[in-house]
Nanobody
Framework: QLQLVESGGGLVQPGGSLRLSCATS????????IGWFRQAPGKEREGVSC????????IYADSVKDRFTISRDSAKNTVYLRIDNLKPEDTAVYYC???????????????????WGQGTQVAVSS
């Protein structure tokens, strides 16, 4: 089964930054809406951001809007999620997903996506 590959997670102190990457050699990511989700222990998977396939429109959950930045590098066929001012509550497994849709309201819905990665762990602790 096709998978996306996330990388860039790790253990970071509060206030630090990370850049997560989502890549694949099997899809051209520009043709898909790419979403980032996270799942903390004991909690449901939460959509945090997406970038639409049509142009570069970006969407963020209210809880992360001022600290998360999603972007594409078409030349590298990679989508990034930069997280600034990391907080302990950002601790989670972060997943990227690809879906063939352009409707903004579908971004935060996991079932909108056809392809998923295996996740990368982000831990924020002093």
């Amino acid at each position: 089964q096709l998978q996306l590959v996330e990388s860039g997670g790790g253990l970071v102190q509060p206030g630090g930054s990370l850049r997560l990457s989502c890549a694949t050699s099997r899809l051209t990511l520009d043709y898909y809406t790419i979403g980032w989700f996270r799942q903390a222990p004991g909690k449901e998977r939460e959509g945090v951001s997406c970038i639409l396939r049509s142009g570069s429109s970006t969407i963020y959950a209210d809880s992360v809007k001022d600290r998360f930045t999603i972007s594409r590098d078409s030349a590298k066929n990679t989508v990034y999620l930069r997280i600034d001012n990391l907080k302990p509550e950002d601790t989670a497994v972060y997943y990227c997903a690809a879906g063939p849709f352009t409707v903004r309201t579908m971004c935060g819905v996991a079932t909108s996506y056809s392809y998923w990665g295996q996740g990368t762990q982000v831990a924020v602790s002093s």
